[in-house]
């Protein structure tokens, strides 16, 4: 499976972005997906996650509220809608596939696609 994360950018305080995660290489809906992101110096933590079908989803106790995590398997794409962005935000944001449930856990996913930045200017 081969991820392409992409909708990074740089944005004030407050704002808003929407990352978009695209698959390829595998069926899109056997794998549960999630969204974790590494700041600079720090090690990379979880954000969010989706269940297969989007029925089930969880959220790191620092973006809930404020992130929303989705998917279209028709586009073979999740997304991340990230609004009321603080400048703690910033780091380099990741998606990852695994099979079966949703994970909090970074060992427990398989495939990763590259980051993609956002900085968010106080």
């Known amino acids: 499976v081969q991820l392409q994360a992409s909708g990074g950018g740089l944005v004030q305080a407050g704002g808003s972005l929407r990352l978009s995660c695209a698959a390829s290489?595998?069926?899109?809906?056997?794998?549960?997906m999630g969204w974790f992101r590494q700041a600079p110096g720090k090690e990379r933590e979880f954000v969010a996650a989706?269940?297969?079908?989007?029925?089930?989803?969880i959220y790191a106790d620092s973006v809930k509220g404020r992130f929303t995590v989705s998917r279209d398997n028709a586009k073979n794409t999740v997304y991340l809608l990230m609004n009321s962005l603080k400048p703690e935000d910033t780091a380099d944001y990741y998606c990852?596939?695994?099979?079966?449930?949703?994970?909090?856990?970074?060992?427990?996913?398989?495939?990763w696609g590259q980051g993609t930045q956002v900085t968010v200017s106080s």
């Open positions: 290489g595998g069926t899109f809906s056997s794998y549960a």
């Open positions: 990852a596939t695994r099979r079966g449930g949703v994970s909090d856990l970074e060992k427990q996913y398989h495939f």
């Open positions: 989706i269940s297969r079908f989007g029925g089930t989803t």
